[in-house]
């Protein structure tokens, strides 16, 4: 959806709490934006809420509150019917919601370990706090340094 309605961009900022699956210390979280990276061209500027601070975060506020009015209390019965409910969410001053079911299987517990985070020809480029990941299109061919592939 963002490329089309920005075909001309360069840059992704993500703004995330720091807790569950893209928490700021996720080995996992940073190889897969780094192959987001990789695949658009983007650079990839994450910015972590503090701990305990995700009500700091302006898209929940100014999203979910609009969810939450369009739900008035109907049933969840199953997956599609959430993704339904927030599709169908608008707002006086313009905002429409686009949602879609995400049907694909995923692995679960999928281990990046210290050595294919650290490795110097490694895709991921950071692990700070808030960092920014680029592409690692120069980096392809990867050196022995590594034991293990990220």
């Known amino acids: 959806m963002g490329r089309k309605r920005y075909p001309h961009a360069r840059e992704l900022t993500i703004t995330a709490d720091c807790g569950g699956s893209n928490g700021a210390r996720v080995r996992l979280w940073k190889r897969e934006l780094q192959k987001l990276a990789d695949d658009t061209g983007l650079v990839i500027r994450v910015h972590h809420y503090p ?7 302006k898209i929940e506020h100014r999203l979910f509150c609009h969810i939450t009015q369009n739900w008035r ?3 969840l019965t199953d997956r599609l019917a959430v993704v339904e409910l927030i ?3 608008t ?3 313009g905002l429409k919601v686009e949602s879609a079911l995400d049907t694909r ?3 679960k517990g999928i281990k990046i370990s210290k050595v294919a985070m650290k490795c110097p020809t490694s895709p991921v480029i950071s692990s700070t706090l808030n960092g920014t990941t680029r592409s690692g299109h120069a980096r392809r061919n990867r050196s022995s340094c590594c034991s293990e592939s990220p």
């Open 73 to 75: 209390g109907r049933p």
């Open 91 to 93: 707002t006086k001053t």
């Open 51 to 57: 701990p305990g601070t995700s009500k700091w975060n």
């Open 105 to 107: 299987n995923y692995q």
């Open 87 to 89: 599709g169908a969410t």
